[in-house]
T-cell receptor, first 109, second 117 residues
């Protein structure tokens, strides 16, 4: 059974802080790791990572995959209240995605 | 908007009734997935279609659940004899065709929230 574990489960930060979210996985046939943002609706795609050590960036968000450690991190710099959401990590093996339980990020003004 | 659409967005039903949900994927996406999400959890995979063929089904998909994609475009998910434990958000996702099993992202629809009373 594929397993994806995210940490921490939740965190509260103030605007301007930097947050680092962790994702570790155990899957039988790794294809890619994806990060999604969920705000009381369907998950919105952020990043897809397939190769170790190559950072993907989009504005204040960045992510990197470590296939040796079977993990990934998602960084958010200069956080804003609009970053408050659940961040989901998912790993694709064959066709399906296996999701972690998510990290709830609350950014206070 | 050319994203994944789902209908209805909300459904309240009594235990024992049958319900059917519809998903329209992004046009030209040949892969379609159904997931179920309960409070505090990430989505759980239910089933996968490539064109009209159902290629994978989760053990979560009991015999009360059936999914179809008859023409390789929209899909329906039916739950028969609903139980309170079926209350959840049902999400549909789609992804474009790729060569082999290459990497591709899945785009999610807004979901159908089912409440079984």
């Amino acid at each position: 059974e594929d397993k994806v574990v995210q940490s921490p489960l939740s965190l509260v930060v103030h605007e301007g802080d930097t947050v680092t979210l962790n994702c570790s996985y155990e899957v039988t046939n790794f294809r890619s790791l994806l990060w999604y943002k969920q705000e009381k609706k369907a998950p919105t795609f952020l990043f897809m990572l397939t190769s170790s050590g190559i950072e993907k960036k989009s504005g204040r968000l960045s992510s990197i995959l470590d296939k040796k450690e079977l993990s990934s991190i998602l960084n958010i710099t200069a956080t804003q209240t609009g970053d408050s959401a659940i961040y989901l990590c998912a790993v694709r093996s064959d066709y399906k995605l296996s999701f972690g339980a998510g990290t709830t990020v609350t950014v206070r003004a | 908007d050319t994203g994944v659409s789902q209908d209805p967005r909300h459904k309240i039903t009594k235990r024992g009734q049958n319900v059917t949900f519809r998903c329209d994927p992004i046009s030209e996406h040949n892969r379609l997935y159904w997931y179920r999400q309960t409070l505090g959890q990430g989505p759980e995979f239910l089933t996968y279609f490539q064109n009209e063929a159902q290629l994978e089904k989760s053990r979560l998909l009991s015999d009360r659940f059936s999914a179809e994609r008859p023409k390789g475009s929209f899909s329906t998910l039916e739950i028969q004899r609903t139980e309170q434990g079926d209350s959840a958000m049902y999400l549909c996702a789609s992804s474009p065709p790729t060569a082999g099993t290459g990497s591709y992202e899945q785009y999610f629809g807004p979901g159908t929230r089912l409440t079984v009373t």
